[in-house]
């Protein structure tokens, strides 16, 4: 049996299907990705309370972020050299994604302005 990062071909294959049942538009699909979203919010919300201001968007935009390097495996392909469904080549991409999820991308202060600009712009968009 694989261990953790280490993805069986059959999971590859699997990754691979729902890449493509969620660009198919079906009712399946839709039900799936609600699904995806509402087990990543529970998540949040029972394991990191208070990590993030809005759990559902976050889990939304991951599960999009995540299915949407899916949905574009022929183009990350082409950028890393070799099918991302390839054991080695998804491991590479893993890798990646342990990364860049590991790491902010804007420092403490940066956020805290970046939240207080949008919080202005909801303002006044309330009062218009």
Do not use: C
Request: proline residues 5%; without cysteine.
């Amino acid at each position: 049996m694989p261990s953790f990062g280490e993805p069986a071909f059959e999971d590859l294959t699997l990754y691979r299907y729902l890449a493509r049942a969620m660009l198919d538009g079906s009712p399946a699909a839709a039900a799936m990705f609600e699904e995806m979203v509402s087990l990543g919010e529970r998540w949040l919300t029972e394991h990191r309370p208070g990590m993030v201001e809005d759990p559902r968007a976050y889990s939304a935009l991951l599960v999009a972020m995540e299915l949407g390097a899916l949905s574009m495996s022929d183009q990350l392909s082409l950028a890393l050299g070799a099918d991302v469904f390839s054991r080695e080549r998804h491991l590479r991409l893993t890798n990646a994604k342990t990364d860049f999820y590991s790491e902010p991308l804007l420092e403490p202060g940066a956020a805290a302005h970046a939240r207080e600009a949008i919080d202005r712009l909801v303002a006044e968009a309330g009062e218009r």
